[in-house]
């Protein structure tokens, strides 16, 4: 990608944070998109995130994927061309095509370039010869494919349980427009955690070290650089619960003190104990997940699953 076309997309994407801050941050229960996490030092944060202990989503969804590999392949057939939503670091993207029947091409999407140019590149080392098609876009938007995958079969990637950062009715609509940009006959596949003990599941989002705190608090460090804030991020502390009635984990970021904080000509105040809510991880039960997807539009094929059901990962065909 050229210097100008970065430069615009990095424009495009500081103006697009600070609309949703300002939105945000105006409502009754201030929140913030959790994939404005995602920074340079957030991807840094998150990638040690998932060798903590504590965590066990990746580990647990990467032995999935290895020790599933044939049948995964043998499910999805010759040929497949291979579109990643959210590659990050493009490890589960090129453990994906290794295992594949003579992939047709890799697709990674998402709105930051830099991270696009370092999945593909680790996906083109592990299988030499394939296209690597990157496309900068908003996977939560509607977007178009390269028109060089031609009518190959497409097989949609969606791992991490990225899924569950959507709320019930948001991940029904990426759902819908997964099938709709994908096409007739498409495959997803898909990965999602499972319900568990909540004691398992906030050790996993607080950890003991504090990573996952710093991970949290780097969004108000990025706000004040990118969006121009004076946030003081001394002044909150990471949290997270987990929410029963809603199956989810949620993270938040709350206020030790009363305090204000400026952004963009407005002023926004905080009383003490007062959060903001930066991310929901939605866990999910198999007959929730299938209803879920039938909704959409899809139809679930396989589920494969740990020995401990800590996570699963699902073939879904587009009807």
Aim: hydrophobic share 50%; charged share 25%.
């Amino acid at each position: 990608m050229s210097g100008a076309l970065q430069r615009d997309a990095a424009e495009a994407q500081r103006a697009a944070l600070i609309a949703d801050a300002l939105a945000g941050l105006s409502a009754p229960r201030k929140t913030l998109p959790c994939k404005w996490l995602y920074d340079a030092e957030g991807a840094r944060l998150f990638e040690a995130i998932t060798r903590l202990p504590e965590y066990y989503p990746t580990r647990t969804e990467t032995r999935i994927l290895t020790e599933q590999a044939g049948a995964i392949a043998e499910a999805v057939g010759p040929g497949a061309a291979v579109v990643e939503f959210g590659p990050g670091d493009g490890a589960k993207g090129a453990l994906l095509v290794r295992g594949l029947q003579v992939p047709a091409a890799y697709v990674p999407v998402d709105i930051a370039p830099e991270w696009l140019e370092a999945a593909a590149a680790r996906v083109a080392e592990a299988r030499p010869g394939l296209p690597v098609l990157p496309v900068v876009a908003d996977f939560t938007q509607a977007f178009a494919l390269p028109r060089r995958l031609g009518p190959a079969p497409r097989l949609g990637f969606f791992p991490g349980s990225t899924i569950g950062n959507f709320e019930p009715t948001e991940a029904a609509a990426f759902l819908r427009r997964a099938r709709t940009t994908l096409g007739a006959g498409a495959r997803l596949l898909l990965g999602a955690d499972l319900v568990k003990e909540a004691a398992v599941l906030e050790a996993a989002y607080d950890d003991a070290a504090g990573v996952t705190a710093a991970f949290d608090l780097n969004l108000l460090h990025r706000l004040n650089r990118e969006a121009g804030a004076d946030f003081d991020p001394a002044g909150f502390r990471h949290r997270a619960v987990w929410n029963p009635a809603l199956e989810r984990v949620e993270m938040h970021l709350v206020a030790l003190r009363p305090q204000q904080v400026r952004l963009a000509g407005r002023v926004f105040r905080f009383a003490e104990g007062e959060t903001i809510h930066t991310e929901s991880s939605h866990k999910y039960r198999p007959e929730r997940l299938r209803a879920l997807a039938a909704a959409a539009g899809w139809q679930a094929e396989r589920m494969w699953t740990d020995p401990a059901r800590l996570f699963s990962v699902w073939l879904l065909h587009a009807r």
